[in-house]
């Protein structure tokens, strides 16, 4: 063989078509013949003396390539892999060949083999689509081999015949086919021949199915095959088809009752005519109206029924019906009797599925007494029009977008404009600009449950002069609830409104003069209370000095006597006295204002709540105390002795006009913003400015005060009690004034009173600072609380809230299910939120239940109506407290741990 010079085989590489590429030792490039050139897109000069990396190959092809190469340098083994290359025609698929040089370098050719990967994708592609689509059918398909083993078997089949691919697939094809049909099934197979069996290849029939369970039901199944011998494949395609006879069959009952309903109807006069016109069927509404019988009528020419000045057009009108489908009108019809009637007549075409005209159906309806109904309509509308044309008010009636449709000659004479300028014009121009936004908000309230709407507006008459006018605007609706008309009556009320406008300037002034009066009076009434105050003050200041002495010496002398001296038991009766004198001086010292008092924020909720035994006994027999207590007050700067004071005369008060009957007492604590038209109503007190205040309210169901008794409670030494001395309210009035407080009182003879003590709230930062631990010590770790409320994002709100602070919560949407949660572990809730008013089950049925479980259950009520009311239903029955929606986060915790501990 001769040799080849280095430069020959240089030239024949530049001339091959296939890619080559050489790299020497240090993986550079140090040969590519022109075919590479145009496969990588790059120049000699660009690709030779650098690395893969280095010619600007994609991030993740260029590493690759380049390890392939020091692989096979490193080696010395061939090596061959697939790459993908982006080229200008798309990405090309490369067969890349990798083979060592004897310099240590390597040679690299490439084959594009793009065709061919394209071709197995689009093959793989291809099946997986086939298997897909067989999947997806929602019909069943199997398969089966000749031996009628199942080999295919896709998800519709699975829902079709109830069997899993898996309890299917290498079994016998008979477990889908009824046993009576088994042997008959098993001979077909082994006879077939596919020669003669062409008749077979898709064929669509209908035969019985057996599903699991040995339950048969119709089916529709579509036979195919393929292959030849032992590879022949058969494939059934099977749609159950028990909905589609169902179908059928409701089709046939339809049409069945649908006859019957044609032949029972006696507002219609129903019935079929042949082409020619004459009569087919009859129905018992045909009978009623025309007065023929079927015997009397079948066979006839329908022409019968029309006049002798109509009859002409029959033919006319089959014509029509034949040519466009259907023809309709009204007009006069004769009865079997001669008598005429006016009806409704609707005639429609009848062809067969070529197109054939196989006959007409005729329906006609009496519209006698509709059309004299009509025109009544007709003369009730003239007579309307002649009486609304002779009132002294203003008529229009207009569409919904506004356009008038009637005005009356007085509307036109306002307005100075002729009917014809008016109607089918908008009315919005006849209503004064800065009137139209609120005529058009008022009419838009209309609505059929509210149909008429009364507007005050003002117009600009035909003299240009602005006159108020009052309209009473009724709405006319369609059946369906449509508004197809707006009658409008007005008249003018400029005169009213300026006589209006004058009293309500005169009841300004009297206002006015009754407001200074009663300030004068309220001063009055404050220097007389001072003056009193003073007096009252000064004297229990003295007397009180007395009173020490004479207590003191009293109890002095007693100590001294011997223990059975007669005079012992003087000196304790002195004492007593003096004792109750001493009181008394307490309560005139109060009302002058000059009590000893140690001043301290105080927990108005917690005071009385402490007081619950002692106020116990100074209440009569027939009094009940409720207490409602408003949750999270801000405190009071106050002395809690003289607070105490203030609660036990009140109540004592309060029980005192209850007297022998039974009533109730409420003592209610809570929050106001009172301003400054709410502080000119008190009836005692300091002078308040503005703000928050916390109030103490004390109602009762007693006899209530008349006004003159009202206008002096506060009185010195004024009462109405047979054995009272005066001082209890006087000195009521003089604590809360020495707070810096007031007193409202509402009263009503016979229906009871309310007196409202205000005191100013302290603000957070006057408030007792809570201990610095007390936080970490409120965690409800380890307890398990019950939420039960109908509102979603109550009860997660509710849930998050309570979890944070370390409970477990369970949650229920409804009272029911939550009698469910509570009735499985009783013992394991430490409390109840429950909700008042839910569906269901309520708030006070689930309450009952839950007690049912475990009497002592601890519940929380909450609700949005008032205390009072939303918890009348449960006194005496352990509620552990009230929560008020809406609620803060401070509100919901604050009375789970004084319900459960901190």
Not at 45 to 74: K, Y
Not at 213 to 240: C, K, M, N, Q, S
Not at 559 to 577: F, G, Q, T
Not at 719 to 735: D, S
Request: glycine fraction near 8%; proline fraction near 5%; charged fraction near 25%.
């Amino acid at each position: 063989m001769p040799d080849v010079k280095t430069d020959d085989f240089r030239a024949i590489l530049d001339r091959l078509p296939t890619p080559v590429i050489g790299f020497d030792r240090g993986g550079r490039h140090d040969f590519v013949n022109p075919a590479a050139c145009r496969m990588i897109g790059r120049s000699a000069d660009q690709l030779l003396g650098r690395t893969l990396c280095e010619i600007g190959l994609p991030p993740d092809l260029g590493p690759e390539l380049d390890a392939n190469v020091a692989r096979v340098r490193e080696s010395g083994a061939p090596f061959a892999h697939t790459v993908s290359l982006p080229s200008p025609g798309g990405t090309a698929v490369l067969l890349v060949h990798l083979v060592p040089r004897p310099d240590g370098g390597v040679l690299v050719t490439a084959t594009d083999v793009s065709v061919q990967a394209r071709a197995e994708q689009a093959l793989r592609y291809s099946e997986e689509r086939y298997r897909q689509t067989i999947e997806a059918a929602f019909d069943a398909i199997v398969t089966t081999d000749p031996k009628g083993t199942i080999i295919g078997w896709n998800s519709g089949a699975e829902r079709v015949f109830g069997y899993p691919a898996s309890d299917a697939l290498g079994r016998d094809v008979e477990l889908i086919v009824p046993p009576r049909y088994a042997a008959e099934h098993h001979a077909a197979m082994a006879a077939f021949d596919p020669a003669n069996s062409s008749r077979m290849r898709s064929r669509v029939v209908e035969l019985p199915a057996m599903r699991k369970g040995g339950i048969e039901f119709p089916a529709e199944i579509t036979l195919a095959y393929w292959g030849a011998g032992a590879d022949r494949r058969f494939t059934a395609i099977v749609r159950d088809i028990t909905a589609r006879r169902a179908a059928e069959q409701a089709l046939r009952d339809s049409e069945e009752r649908h006859r019957l309903l044609i032949e029972s109807v006696t507002d219609y006069a129903i019935f079929m005519l042949d082409p020619d016109g004459r009569v087919a069927t009859w129905n018992a509404g045909a009978q009623r109206i025309k007065g023929y019988t079927a015997d009397e009528i079948v066979g006839r020419h329908f022409s019968v029924f029309y006049p002798p000045e109509s009859t002409a057009c029959t033919e006319a009108e089959l014509e029509t019906a034949a040519r466009v489908g259907r023809f309709a009108e009204e007009g006069w019809r004769v009865r079997k009797d001669g008598a005429r009637f006016w009806g409704h007549v609707v005639i429609t075409a009848l062809r067969d599925p070529t197109g054939r005209l196989t006959g007409f159906a005729k329906v006609t309806r009496d519209l006698t007494d509709r059309r004299a109904a009509e025109q009544a309509l007709r003369d009730s509308e003239q007579r309307y029009r002649q009486v609304v044309e002779d009132q002294t008010e203003t008529v229009c009636r207009f569409r919904p977008d506004g356009t008038f449709t009637f005005v009356n000659d007085v509307y036109c004479r306002t307005f100075g404009k002729r009917a014809d300028e008016l109607i089918g014009r908008p009315w919005h121009p006849v209503v004064h600009p800065g009137d139209l936004d609120h005529v058009e908000t008022e009419l838009a309230r209309m609505s059929p449950d509210n149909p008429v709407v009364r507007i005050e507006n003002r117009i600009v008459n035909a003299g240009g002069r602005t006159r108020w006018m009052e309209f009473v605007n009724r709405g006319f609706y369609s059946p369906a609830g449509g508004l197809v008309e707006i009658q409008a009556v007005g008249r003018d009320v400029t005169d009213r409104r300026a006589a209006e406008d004058a009293r309500r300037e005169l009841e300004a002034d009297l206002r006015a003069k009754e407001q200074q009066q009663r300030y004068e009076r309220q001063l009055l009434q404050s220097q007389k209370l001072e003056s009193l105050g003073v007096l009252a003050g000064g004297i229990a200041h003295d007397f009180n000095n007395l009173l020490t002495a004479v207590l003191g010496y009293a109890s002095l002398s007693r100590m001294r006597l011997p223990p059975n001296d007669p005079i012992a038991e003087d000196m304790k009766r002195i004492e007593s006295a003096a004792q109750r004198a001493a009181e008394l001086c307490q309560q005139m010292l109060a009302y002058a204002g000059r009590g000893q008092f140690v001043v301290r924020a105080v927990d108005l909720n917690a005071l009385t709540q402490e007081m619950t035994q002692l106020l116990g006994a100074v209440l009569s027999k027939k009094a009940v105390l409720k207490y409602n207590l408003t949750i999270g007050l801000p405190q009071v700067q106050a002395d809690p002795t003289q607070l105490r004071q203030i609660v036990m005369n009140l109540i004592t008060n309060a029980s005192d006009a209850i007297g022998p009957k039974s009533g109730v007492i409420t003592l209610t604590t809570g929050l106001i913003d009172a301003d400054a038209r709410y502080l000119t109503e008190i009836q005692a007190g300091a002078e308040l400015d503005p703000g928050r205040y916390v109030y103490l309210e004390v109602s009762d169901t007693g006899c209530g005060m008349s006004e003159e008794v009202r206008a002096k409670i506060f009185d010195p030494f004024f009462t109405t009690k047979f054995t009272g001395r005066g001082l209890g309210l006087a000195a009521v009035q003089g604590i809360v004034r020495a707070h810096k407080g007031a007193i409202k009182v509402y009263t009503q003879s016979g229906k009871g009173t309310t007196f409202k003590v205000l005191l100013p709230a302290l603000d957070g930062t006057d408030q007792e600072p809570a201990p610095a631990d007390e936080a970490a010590e409120r965690n409800g770790r380890g307890r398990r609380l019950l939420v039960v409320d109908d509102e979603e994002d109550v009860r997660v709100f509710t849930r998050k809230v309570l979890e944070h602070a370390g409970f477990e919560v369970t949650v229920a949407a409804d009272g029911a299910a939550g009698v469910e949660a509570f009735a499985a572990a009783p013992y394991q809730f430490a409390l109840v939120l429950l909700d008042l008013t839910m569906p269901k089950m309520g708030g006070a049925e689930a309450f009952r239940e839950m007690r049912r479980h475990r009497s002592g259950v601890r519940v929380v009520l909450t609700s949005g109506f008032a205390a009072e009311e939303a918890t009348s239903g449960f006194e005496g029955k352990g509620l552990a407290g009230f929560l008020r929606k809406p609620f803060r986060t401070e509100d919901l915790l604050a009375i789970v741990f004084d319900a459960v501990g901190p």
